[in-house]
């Protein structure tokens, strides 16, 4: 895949499609890839990588570089494509300026879950079918692929391109996937049990911002939480119960726009499952309003944005909050 | 040397926690592994190192500095501050244990940070050597020996027993303590242990990383890089790598009205938030690009400049593997040590 | 603990406000004897040092002491409304008491390097509250100084901060010179008319002068290229620098220019020094 996608990138420099490309590069060791922008043949030649670990999801990157001169190319995976459908919908990107490849992604893998299991020293990295070969400073290991697997990739929701210019491969289906199970399994617990798992795993936020920075439906200009005169702006947790506050808020605020691209909780490096609120959202949004998808064209109008007479009553809502 | 059977160093965390609070690293559900205050029964980390650094236990995320009341057009200032209790880390690694020494040149230089003094003063550190380094480890790169850590105590392993040696009185003290649970040992094996890690150690793919193209000297040179673009162009402008670096120490001063009263707080501040350097009138790092080189020029350039030709960082690899992109101050001394 | 720390700050009281343009306030700040009266000073300091001041819950801030240390009796900050905190400063009353912690940073050189020395000061706008400390300063030890020049310009005549000052008691002295100049013809104006940069080249300052200059970044640029087409050189002008800071002290780490702290290595920089730093300011 990485050599058509490589080919595909140089032709589409070399005939003036596009002026950039925007893809992954290879890093230190097998699996630190860092977004890039590549502006020749060379550059591409040199760094250009499209691996099991090239899971961010570029998406956001065009907000800025759609603005700039030049069409850009991206390659997008199935669900990077919702992405930027949603960003088209709300006007972000200058979606004219952007060239979308659509290629196919069978799974990401996460180095967390194959460092937790107690191997270190790696030096290399190598899929073979449904095994990994990996070897390390201290010797080589093998384990199953779906044991790795990042967890945005084991509940995948699409393997669709909703929206592309070119495909490389054959494009997917969209796919049926358990992603609501722990979200059920939430709403079953007694409050008091869901009240300590959510203070359980947001006590360990370190209000790094990177789920808020990494997520493509948080594009302020000046969020809220940055702002001096909004009265949340705060680094200093003045009580133990502020961490919650933020995480609420953003779930809030990008509900209804969150296509579930799973960044929130692959970036967070405290491991908190963010993504499940947002998956509260969504599941709730389809229960209440009819099934929506975020992201999956760029027209219909969201139910959060769209007042009908058939929307459920606020009554109903209130009810469901009492237990 | 004095030492203690691996399986009895339960105990020897009970008669510690009996006489002041210890922290050591433990597992969390996730696997990672974070400092908590002993309790019985806890289990002592097998990882490497800590996902959070050990600098909160004298630099916290959050702190109360002082508490004003407000009267009319009166002020009260309170100060809030207490003495310490004692405290020990155990298991600091030898990266953590030297950004101590780092953190000391900024909060004790004058005039001296009492709030961090206060903790250093009453915190002991007991070091563990490390067996087991990682891809990400480049400790060696600023001279640091993990075989060999600093800190009042240091600790190895040899996987049957565990060594004791003190470095300051402050570790003298904590040895005597204990030493009822401590008796001699051979280090024929430990010794072995230790060639096997140096023997890792020069196998590591970080292992010949070089801080010869840094210094104070490389200012301008290093400043005026057209690699800042490339190196800055995905950062998410997010604070991770600060937060879970052992020696990012700058920090932000926020007070909060309670309706009680004005609690004034200091907090974890981040050179890579676009608020770093905003002021009323305009912001003089606008661009990430900008506030991305400030972080590294600070750590490679600026802090050896002050400091002694002491660089600001201690190789503990936590943001090469925390950063959400993969970008990262090895990446950064790579690019930019090519002319 | 009784540690001193330098993060916890002492009480002043305002003792008078002057409201000395449409937005710019002096201040007079008093400390608090033990017996609650407000007399004297927080503490000494020396020209072009500076003073963190707060109200709790608004904000604290870097502020320039405007006043002279000759002054015995009390310290004065020129305060110019533009944020959260010197909204609030500016809407206080006297009889307010404000946090202070200080003095902070280097000072201008006047007991070392500018003893002896010809003075040129130059101030556009706000820009002259630093530099009033040292003006004052100078004229309370005029025998250890040579000549005196003040260039001082600023949009209005009602935006020349310290007005009443200037006219009544550096313009009346004889052992200084002072220019005044502003930005557009005014009514009740028959001084000169024009921007800072051009009307230092005009006056065509001897080059046995030692330059002082504090303003708007924009004055500063081009007075200096005036200044250097004069013939001075960089190591004979000063000036003063603001940042964003926190704690005043080179710790929180976030008003460095390269490796120098405004807070700490500065407020007062020579230009041959900034040259060889970053242009991040």
Redesign the interface.
């Known amino acids: 895949m990485q050599e058509a996608m490589i080919s595909k990138a140089k032709q589409l420099l070399a005939d003036g499609t596009v002026t950039r490309v925007i893809g992954w590069k290879k ?3 097998a ?7 590549f502006e020749s043949s060379e550059e591409i030649d040199r760094d250009f990588v499209y691996d099991d670990f090239t899971s ?1 999801n570029v998406s956001k ?1 065009l907000v800025k570089e759609s603005k700039k001169e030049g069409k850009i190319l991206a390659f997008l995976k199935p669900c990077d494509t919702y992405s930027l459908n949603q960003l088209t919908k709300e006007h972000r990107v200058d979606r004219d300026n952007i060239y979308v490849v659509g290629i196919p992604s069978d799974g990401k893998l996460d ?2 879950k194959i ?2 299991k ?1 191997i ?4 290399g990295v190598e899929r073979d079918g449904e095994t990994l070969k990996i070897s ?3 010797g080589d290991e093998t384990m199953s692929v779906a044991d790795v697997m990042s967890n945005k990739c084991i509940s995948c929701k699409s393997k669709k391109h909703v929206t592309y210019d070119e495909l490389i491969g054959e494009d997917g289906e969209v796919i049926t996937s358990d992603r609501f199970d722990m979200v059920e399994k939430l709403e079953n617990m007694t409050s008091e049990e869901r009240y300590n798992f959510w203070r359980g795993e947001l006590s360990k936020c ?5 789920c ?3 997520c493509p439906a948080c594009t302020c200009e000046n969020c809220v939480f ?1 702002n ?1 005169d909004s009265g949340v702006e ?5 009580d133990s119960f502020e961490e919650n506050m933020f995480h609420i808020i953003r779930a809030f605020h990008v509900a209804g726009r969150c296509t579930d691209c799973g960044e929130c909780s ?2 967070c ?3 908190i499952p963010l993504h499940l609120l947002n998956r509260k959202f969504i599941k709730d949004i389809n229960s209440l309003y009819g099934e929506y998808q975020a992201g999956a064209d760029t027209t219909t109008k969201a139910p959060l944005n769209d007042y009908t007479t058939e929307d459920c009553e606020a009554s109903i809502v209130h009810e469901r909050g009492v237990e | 040397m004095l030492k203690i059977s691996v399986e009895k160093i339960d105990e020897l965390f009970k008669a510690i926690a009996e006489k002041q609070t210890l922290y050591i690293p433990t597992d969390r559900e ?3 592994s974070e400092y908590k205050k002993y309790e019985d029964g806890m289990k002592l980390s ?1 990882n ?1 190192n800590t ?2 650094s050990a600098k909160d236990f004298f630099f916290p ?2 702190e109360n ?2 508490d ?1 009341k ?1 009267e009319g ?5 309170i ?1 809030i ?3 310490a209790e004692d405290f020990v880390v155990f298991g600091v690694r030898a990266c953590d244990a030297r950004s101590f020494t780092i953190l000391d040149k ?2 004790l230089s004058d ?5 961090y ?2 903790r250093r003063d009453h915190g002991t550190i007991v070091t563990m050597a490390c067996t ?5 480890c480049f400790c060696q790169t600023f001279g640091i020996d993990p075989t060999e850590p600093e800190g009042d105590v240091a600790c190895w392993s040899d996987g049957e027993s565990i060594f004791f040696k003190a470095n300051t009185e402050k570790g003298q003290a904590f040895v005597d303590s204990v030493s009822g649970l401590l008796e001699d040992g051979d280090t024929t094996k430990l010794d072995e242990t230790k060639a096997k890690t140096k023997e ?1 150690m020069g ?4 292992a010949n990383l070089s801080t010869e193209a840094f210094g ?1 000297d490389k ?2 040179e290093h ?1 005026k890089s057209e690699k800042w673009a ?1 190196l800055s ?2 950062c ?5 790598c ?3 670096c052992p020696t990012c ?10 309706g009680n009263g ?10 890579m ?9 305009g912001n ?2 606008n661009s990430q690009l ?1 506030r991305f080189r ?1 972080r590294f ?2 750590k490679l ?2 802090f050896p ?2 400091n002694n030709g002491e660089f600001g960082c201690v190789g503990c690899g936590r943001c ?3 950063c ?5 101050i ?2 950064v001394m ?1 690019a930019l040590e090519v002319k | ?1 009784n ?9 002043g009281v305002v003792t008078d406000i002057r409201q000395d343009t449409p937005d710019v306030k002096t201040f007079r700040v008093n400390a608090i004897q033990p017996d609650g009266t407000a007399s004297g000073k927080v503490f000494e300091h020396m020209p072009g040092q500076c003073a963190m001041l707060s ?6 801030g870097m502020f320039s002491i405007t006043s002279s240390p000759t002054n015995n009796e009390f310290m004065e900050f020129s305060i110019k409304k ?3 905190l ?1 909204s609030w400063l500016h809407a206080m ?1 006297v ?5 202070i912690r200080g003095p902070y940073g280097n000072n201008f050189p006047v007991e070392t390097e500018l003893k002896g020395k010809d003075l040129l000061f130059i101030a556009g706008g706000i820009g002259l509250a630093p530099l009033r400390s040292v003006i004052n300063y100078v004229r309370d030890n005029r025998e250890n100084y040579g000549d005196v020049q003040i260039i001082y310009g600023s949009r209005s005549k009602d935006d020349l901060v310290d007005y009443q000052e200037i006219i009544n008691e550096w313009e009346a002295d004889p052992n200084i010179q002072v220019n005044l100049t502003i930005d557009r013809e005014q009514e009740g104006w028959d001084g000169h008319v024009g921007f800072v940069p051009n009307y230092v080249k005009e006056l065509n300052p001897s080059l046995s002068k030692t330059v002082l200059i504090c303003g708007p970044p924009i004055m500063i640029k081009f007075t200096l290229a005036g200044l250097k087409e004069l013939g001075f050189t960089e190591t004979q002008v000063y000036t003063t620098m ?3 800071m ?2 005043a ?1 080179g ?6 220019i ?2 120098k702290y405004v807070c700490k290595d500065g407020p007062v920089f020579r230009f041959d020094q900034l040259d ?3 242009d ?2």
């Open positions: 890093g230190e060791f699996y630190d890839i860092t977004p890039a922008i961010t990157y180095i967390e460092k937790a107690g270190t020293g790696i030096t390390t400073v201290y370190i209000r790094c911002n990177a808020r920075n990494v940055n001096p705060n680094k200093a947790a003045a692959r970036v490096p405290q491991n | 996730d696997g990672a097998g490497l996902l959070r995320q959050t500095l002082a004003f407000m057009k009166k002020i009260e200032v100060d501050r207490e003495e900024v909060f005039p001296v940070d009492s709030y003094k206060n087991k380094p990682a891809e990400t890792i196998k590591l793919p970080l104070g200012l301008m400043f490339e162009e995905s998410l402008g997010c604070g991770t600060t937060f879970v120490q700058c920090y932000d001063i926020k007070d909060f009205n309670t004005i609690k004034r707080f200091r907090c974890w501040d981040s050179c938030y676009s608020d770093f350097t905003k002021m009323a009138h003089i790092r900008e400030q020029m600070h350039v600026y400049s002050n090469m593997s925390k959400p992109i993969s970008m990262n090895v990446k790579k | 603990m540690a001193i720390d330098t993060l916890i700050p002492h009480i109200i709790p819950g608004v904000g604290e533009c944020g959260c010197t009353e009889g307010q008491q404000i946090t603001e940042l964003r926190k704690c002290v710790k929180c780490g976030r008003c460095n390269g490796d060889e730093l970053p991040e300011y």
